[in-house]
């Protein structure tokens, strides 16, 4: 990603309504599925600047890997200590050691989306679990994508497929962030007609931060029971056979 990307997430990450009502719904459904050990160990794989690991740290042993060293450096801001700058298809772990493995959208930034997943059943422990987020529809490419430096967008169909060939059998698949999936795509759409391909993640008034972050965080009731056929990403929780 550009610089700039990353000094905007590490400023928003905490409040802005996307990255809030997002993590909150990863960390819903990782309550689910974990079982209640504190020794636990859990791996942030693209860790960007570090919010969501800060996050994780209360539940287990925490550890953090990005290929930017930008994203490391202010990841190490929030006091962080089990950092590495690391490419994802070479982790610098030994076989069989994370309970959970936490990949959050980043696999698309990366050529070789197979060869990161290897590496991810690599690492983690038999009977672990693997949470991947990826932005979802082809047909949403935007800005936000070009900015990013993303290689792909997924459908459903090919994102169960990859999971599927890493010999990882999938627990939970879904699109989320559907709610205001038409006021999102809109968006999208004009900003391509004008050809505008900046980032649409910016400061907003807090009255309407809270209320977009109510809408999207009220998705994770819905989605315990249902699996939706859009959104504007893709979840996933799979296990290490």
Not at 193 to 202: A, C, F, G, K, Q
Request: include cysteine.
């Amino acid at each position: 990603m550009e610089p700039d990307i990353y000094k905007q997430s590490y400023n928003l990450e905490k409040e802005h309504w996307w990255y809030s009502a997002r993590r909150t719904i990863i960390l819903y459904f990782f309550e689910l599925y974990r079982d209640s050990s504190p020794s636990a160990r859990l791996l942030d794989a693209g860790c960007g600047t570090g919010y969501t690991l800060a996050q994780l740290s209360k539940y287990g042993n925490a550890f953090g890997v990005d290929l930017s060293r930008d994203a490391v450096g202010l990841s190490q801001k929030r006091n962080l200590e089990r950092l590495q700058f690391a490419s994802l298809d070479k982790l610098p772990f030994k076989d069989n050691v994370f309970d959970w493995v936490f990949s959050l959208d980043t696999i698309e930034h990366l050529e070789n989306d197979t060869a990161v997943l290897a590496e991810f059943h690599r690492v983690c422990k038999k009977e672990g679990y693997i949470f991947l987020c990826v932005p979802a529809h082809r047909f949403l490419w935007g800005g936000e994508d070009m900015v990013s430096h993303h290689k792909r967008r997924y459908t459903n169909n090919s994102f169960a497929a990859l999971i599927n060939s890493a010999d990882l059998k999938i627990k939970k698949i879904t699109h989320f962030n559907f709610l205001l999936f038409p006021f999102i795509a809109l968006i999208i759409f004009i900003k391509n007609i004008l050809n505008r391909h900046d980032s649409s993640i910016n400061q907003v008034p807090n009255f309407i931060n809270n209320i977009l972050r109510l809408i999207f965080v009220s998705e994770k009731f819905i989605l315990k029971y249902l699996n939706m056929p859009f959104g504007i990403s893709i979840m996933c929780i799979a296990q290490k056979k």
